[in-house]
């Protein structure tokens, strides 16, 4: 990975990539944790909708064509810490590429014409995030286990909020989060080093504003309200379950600490969890749990979906792996965290052969903690190696207690 740093501030990251193909990425610190008590909830995401409505060269219908002519696949993403826009292109196009997201970055002119539909089109967006299950339970937990925290509300924002948002206000959070220094842009392609700054630097290099510079905020983080949350649903199958633990605080060995462990608590068919729950009693069809380690979040989480007259057994039957691990001084021997460590790194490699994965990855590793390289080789064998049985089980020890729970079933 090489890096670069345009005179106006873009930060650019760059991998060699054999191939007829280039993968980018262009990301902001510009997130739905950036609302919280200047702009209605969802402002984010909404900008992330209008920006391609219109630009000062080309109108929505002209740009979406020139997509769909350039890219194989484009997207974009608003998260809680970072928005970002991302595609692969034939490495040929690539300047093509990435005039046209300097046009629609730096030029929106966000015209009325359309606003009003696409606010109808988040809405109905947000219903359908609100008509899935899992995610259900997951915003009802967040909602139940914090009073401050940004992810209370879904990054899309609340019907009332969404309905509240205006053009102007979209206008306001572009010209207060979307600026040169607040950027970082990575690429995988076989173009040379040279010329991939040459192109970014033509179109992008002239970019210069006017507006006070806005760091990232320092979100707001409490513990989580531990207890056990039961909604009643209808109309869904089932039942779904979700726990979060408070990570906020842990200390970046802590941190692998914690990836060892959950790998072996809640990861693949042969994890404790799915041996347990799945394996021996068939008790839950779909489980697992995950580290949100993203800004903001900072949370551990555990999944399941069951059914209602099996609830009682698979919360017990999770506990009982809890405590069996906490109270393990043998389990995670020097070989055993070896073999986890290259497991990790196997997954992490077979994700980063796809190049738009990797830049979408680092950019978004970069914008949250300036340290693109960390993202790079924090699950490097080696560095876990370094970990200890001791090191698991006292992050064991800090982490999981005090969850809280959700349960959404029928009524």
């Known amino acids: 990975m090489r890096e670069y740093m345009l005179d106006n501030g873009i930060k650019l990251l760059y991998q060699y990539r054999e191939g007829i193909l280039t993968s980018l990425c262009i990301g902001f610190n510009a997130g739905a944790l950036e609302e919280s008590g200047q702009f209605n909830f969802g402002t984010a995401h909404a900008l992330e909708h209008v920006i391609s409505k219109g630009t000062e060269h080309r109108d929505e219908n002209q740009i979406n064509e020139e997509f769909d002519n350039v890219f194989g696949f484009e997207n974009a993403m608003t998260n809680y810490p970072y928005t970002i826009y991302y595609g692969t292109c034939f490495s040929d196009d690539l300047e093509r590429a990435v005039k046209l997201y300097g046009d629609v ?133 089932g039942a779904r379950i979700q726990y979060i633990f408070d990570i906020h605080d842990l200390s970046e060995r802590e941190y692998k600490a914690l990836y060892l462990f959950n790998t072996v608590f809640g990861q693949g068919t042969s994890s404790l969890l799915f041996s347990r729950i799945r394996t021996e009693k068939g008790i839950a069809y779909d489980l697992g749990s995950s580290i949100k380690d993203e800004r903001g979040m900072k949370l551990f989480s555990i999944k399941m979906s069951t059914l209602p007259e099996n609830i009682d057994r698979a919360l017990g039957i999770v506990n009982s792996v809890i405590n069996e691990l906490k109270n393990s001084k043998e389990y995670f021997s020097s070989d055993k965290i070896g073999k986890i460590a290259r497991s990790l790194e196997l997954k992490r490699e077979i994700k980063r052969e796809r190049s738009i994965e990797y830049c979408k990855e680092v950019v978004e590793h970069d914008l949250m903690y300036e340290r693109f390289d960390d993202h790079c080789n924090s699950c490097d064998a080696e560095q876990l190696d370094e970990i200890k049985c001791e090191d698991i089980v006292e992050v064991i020890d800090k982490v999981m207690k005090n969850p809280s729970i959700q349960i959404l079933r029928a009524p």
Request: net charge positive; with cysteine; proline share 3%.
């Open 105 to 237: 970055i730096l030029n929106p002119i966000f015209p009325e014409k359309g606003f009003k539909e696409e606010m109808d089109v988040i809405l109905q967006e947000y219903r359908d995030w609100k008509d899935d299950a899992y995610q259900r339970c997951e915003d009802a937990l967040f909602g139940n286990s914090f009073n401050k925290r940004r992810i209370r509300e879904l990054i899309v924002g609340n019907e009332g909020s969404i309905k509240s948002i205006t053009l102007d206000e979209i206008k306001r959070f572009y010209s207060t989060f979307y600026f040169p220094e607040n950027c970082t842009v990575c690429f995988c392609s076989s173009l040379d080093f040279k010329s991939i700054i040459s192109i970014v630097d033509r179109y992008f290099g002239k970019w210069r504003v006017k507006s006070k510079i806005c760091a990232a905020k320092e979100p707001v983080y409490e513990k989580n309200r531990a207890g056990v949350f039961l909604e009643k649903v209808s109309g869904i199958a």
